[in-house]
């Protein structure tokens, strides 16, 4: 079975929880670091916008981070960021089914813009954990 993501309706459904362009808004970069209290590596994807620039979406994976160690992913723009990690025994998954996203099993680097649709089977929509992040880092722990 395939999956159609509408981005349109993930930027519709983002507006509608606060996530629209702000002129006052702070759009600067955050750090996003990931620690792996885990004894098997762990992959990390990332999806993201950057509403000062344009209403367009980035879908980002794997970042691997070794068991017991933290990694720092990289910066992105504060705002509304979503997350998902997987290691060979587990995934660290959000609660929320409609913040599923279409991932890749090989590395990936994907822009989706408005009113596109991104398919994807299944096993590739994975459901992000979703934070709005304004304080100058994130970390998460995978245990």
Not at 97 to 107: L, N
Not at 130 to 135: A, K, L
């Amino acid at each position: 079975m395939k999956f159609r993501v509408s981005i349109l309706a993930v930027s519709v459904s983002i507006a509608l929880c606060g996530g629209s362009p702000d002129a006052s808004a702070d759009y600067s970069p955050f750090s996003f670091q990931v620690c792996n209290k885990t004894d098997t590596p762990a992959s990390v994807a990332v999806y993201y916008t950057d509403l000062a620039i344009a209403v367009m979406w980035h879908a980002q994976g794997w970042w691997v981070v070794n068991p017991n160690q933290c990694t720092v992913i990289g910066s992105f723009p504060k705002g509304w960021f979503y997350y998902y990690a997987k290691s060979s025994n587990r995934d660290w998954v959000g609660s929320n089914p409609d913040w599923a996203i279409c991932v890749s099993s090989s590395q990936f680097n994907r822009a989706d813009f408005p009113g596109s649709n991104t398919t994807c089977s299944a096993d590739d929509k994975k459901v992000f954990t979703r934070n709005f992040v304004e304080t100058p880092s994130l970390t998460w722990t995978l245990d």
